[in-house]
């Protein structure tokens, strides 16, 4: 079975500049996650879907961040536009299964550089 | 939710018992534990999570002290490829996990 599946691995862009992140999670989980990892410090949320609503984008900044999960499967994370600032690692995590199974199922990160 | 206490870092020797604490004395009485890793460059990993009583799976065991404001994670015979950060953290539920920054352990020959 796939995992989480993310792209691209790798972005630079100048700051600015528009970026974009697409997520495509574990088949037939409900739950989908972004979180953001800067240098040395653990993932932190963003947002938190069940199915195509967003229930919790309390730490998503809104004035240059958006994100969708249209049809409640994949989901696109955008950011514009980019700061020095936002260079990190950009993680998406599903999983299914009722509400404290406990796994969430991460994806390898998006990296992006802002210059 | 409870914060969490984690050593910065920690050694082992290969083929030992890896011994990772965590303080977490201000826990509620429906918070769990849970233990997460990442390996360099990947995403996080589960390991194990649990309530009040002990917890075993194919990865590590997870002891929690009665009065429920320590545990310890083990793993029971460590390897090269269990370097990794290991996060504790202590949530009422695994859709709202906050990661510190987690123990950093390096097995070694």
């Known amino acids: 079975e796939a995992g989480v599946v993310q792209s691209p691995r790798y972005k630079i862009i100048e700051k600015k500049q528009p970026v974009a992140f697409w997520c495509n999670p574990i088949?037939?989980?409900?739950?989908l996650y972004w979180y953001r990892q800067n240098l040395g410090q653990g993932p932190e949320l963003l947002i938190r879907y069940e199915n195509e609503e967003a229930v919790d984008d309390s730490q998503l900044p809104k004035d240059r961040f958006s994100a969708e999960r249209l049809k409640g499967v994949d989901s696109t994370l955008k950011i514009q536009p980019a700061e020095l600032g936002d260079s990190a690692v950009y993680l998406c995590?599903?999983?299914?299964?009722?509400?404290?199974?406990?796994?969430?199922?991460f994806g390898e990160g998006s990296r992006l550089t802002v210059l | 939710d409870a914060k969490t206490t984690q050593p910065p870092s920690m050694d082992c020797a290969e083929g030992r018992a890896a011994n990772l604490p965590c303080n977490h004395s201000?826990?509620?009485?429906?918070?769990?534990v849970y233990w997460y890793r990442q390996i360099h460059s990947q995403g996080p990993q589960y390991i194990i999570h649990g309530l009040k009583n002990n917890e075993t799976n194919e990865m590590a065991s997870l002891i929690i002290t009665e009065d429920r404001k320590s545990s310890t994670l083990i793993l029971p015979h460590a390897t090269l490829r269990d370097t990794a950060v290991y996060y504790c953290?202590?949530?009422?539920?695994?859709?709202?996990?906050?990661f510190g920054t987690g123990t950093r352990l390096q097995v070694t020959l």
């Open positions: 201000t826990i509620s009485g429906n918070e769990y």
């Open positions: 953290i202590v949530a009422g539920t695994a859709s709202k996990l906050t």
């Open positions: 995590a599903s999983s299914g299964g009722g509400a404290n199974t406990g796994e969430l199922f």
């Open positions: 088949s037939g989980h409900n739950t």
